[in-house]
Each structure stands twice: as C-alpha cells, then as structure tokens.
C-alpha cells in the first residue's frame, strides 16, 4: 500500500510540476515543462514519503 500512495504521490506531482509552465506561456511540451514535471514528481516522492513516515 505504501508504495502504491508514493507513485501516486509522484503522479500528481509530476502532473502538477508540468503543468505550471503553462500558467506562464510555456508549450506543455516544452522543455521547460519537462523539468518543472520532473522537480514536481521528486518533491511529490519527498512529500508523500514524509507524510507517511
């Protein structure tokens, strides 16, 4: 169960971290998406293993 709540952790994160270039006027398939859905999905991982330990 644990693991399955940290992919999901990282799912939303990295949904989330990709998303927020294009609040700015990014493609959504830029590069700078790209990174910002990777730095989104470690800090789901970092959040979501935190709140479970």
């Not at 270039?21 to 991982?45: D, K, Y």
Request: glycine share 18%; proline share 2%.
């Amino acid at each position: 169960m644990e693991k399955k709540t940290i992919y999901l952790g990282m799912i939303i994160g990295g949904v989330a971290g990709g998303y927020v270039p294009v609040l700015w006027g990014a493609g959504l398939f830029s590069l700078s998406s790209i990174l910002c859905g990777a730095l989104g999905a470690i800090l789901g991982i970092w959040l979501t293993f935190k709140f479970l330990t």
